[in-house]
């Protein structure tokens, strides 16, 4: 039934969520893997309502900025009311703001926060949050990409999605993260499965073979020229067999003498 039973941790995995939106997170946090891993007490997502940490009568969370411009702030007080309270349950949790400015949110990152227990997201909206909330309980300011959202809830389920899925027991057996594209530095390999030829299209005659030396060999080899073509940039960082470093300069080759496939 649960072939993970035995490595189960006693302590579910906390992320606490603070938000003008938490309702945002009710549908996306109850499908798939994060669902199952949620409902099977793994880890704990909890959107809290930044505005139950207001003290006026219109709960305020916004104000005009200093010096003029376009646009709200976040302003600070519910914010840092909202992660003392939250701290008070475990004092160690990481508090991250979602920010454009933050640090880039990479495979690396997710591996390196998946070791922590509790992280405590804070999601800005308008033009972000004051930034004596940075100064005064941000750990550290992520960013999931070079575009700009409208407010930190997008990423913050990002961040959610790609640690949850790196935890002891979330994953099934058969799909464990390590691996995953970017765990071994390359794009993967292209996917087939029913019927065999779909559309004027054949599945590629080796995946058929069942030589699992071949298969191995040829979707090696599809990785390394998908990574080639579309992201050069991560072979750089790869460490590559002999083997491996032989087949790329064949493709390089074959490019320069005009030669496809
Ligand atoms: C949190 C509010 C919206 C819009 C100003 C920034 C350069 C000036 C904030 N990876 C990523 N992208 N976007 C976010 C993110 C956006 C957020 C909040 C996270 C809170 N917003 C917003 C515009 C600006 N603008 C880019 C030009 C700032 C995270």
């Known amino acids: 039934m649960n072939p993970t039973n035995l490595s189960r941790p ?3 995995f906390v992320f606490d969520i603070i938000t003008i939106f938490p309702g945002y997170f009710s549908s996306a946090l109850k499908e798939g893997v994060l669902g199952k891993a949620a409902q099977a007490g793994l880890v704990k997502i909890r959107p809290v309502n930044l505005r139950d940490f207001t003290t006026d009568r219109h709960r305020t969370t916004d104000d005009r900025p200093y010096g ?5 702030v976040m302003t600070p007080e519910p914010l840092v009311k909202a992660v003392s309270a939250l701290k008070e349950e475990n004092s160690k949790a990481r508090v991250v703001l979602l920010s454009p400015r933050g640090k880039v949110f990479t495979h690396e990152l997710a591996v390196k926060l998946s070791r922590l227990h509790h992280l405590i997201l804070i ?11 940075v100064e005064k309980v941000v750990d550290q300011e992520i960013s999931i990409g070079d575009y700009v959202l409208s407010g930190g809830e997008p990423a913050a389920l990002v961040v959610i999605d790609a640690v949850s899925r790196l935890l002891p ?5 058969r799909e464990s993260a390590d691996s995953d594209s970017f765990s071994d530095g390359l794009l993967e390999h292209p996917h087939y499965t029913r019927p065999r030829e779909f559309m004027g299209l054949s599945v590629p005659e080796v995946l058929l073979s069942g030589d699992h030396k071949r298969i191995a060999a040829w979707r090696r080899r599809q990785s390394l020229r998908l990574t080639l073509e579309r992201r050069p940039d991560l072979l750089e960082k790869v460490d590559l067999q002999e083997e491996d470093r032989r087949f790329l300069k064949e493709i390089k080759n074959d490019a320069k003498a005009g030669r496809s496939g």
């Open 10 to 12: 006693q302590t579910a």
């Open 68 to 72: 003029g411009g376009a646009g709200m």
């Open 123 to 133: 999601c800005g909206r308008y033009e972000g949050v004051d930034e004596r909330v």
């Open 169 to 173: 027991g979330v994953l099934g057996c």
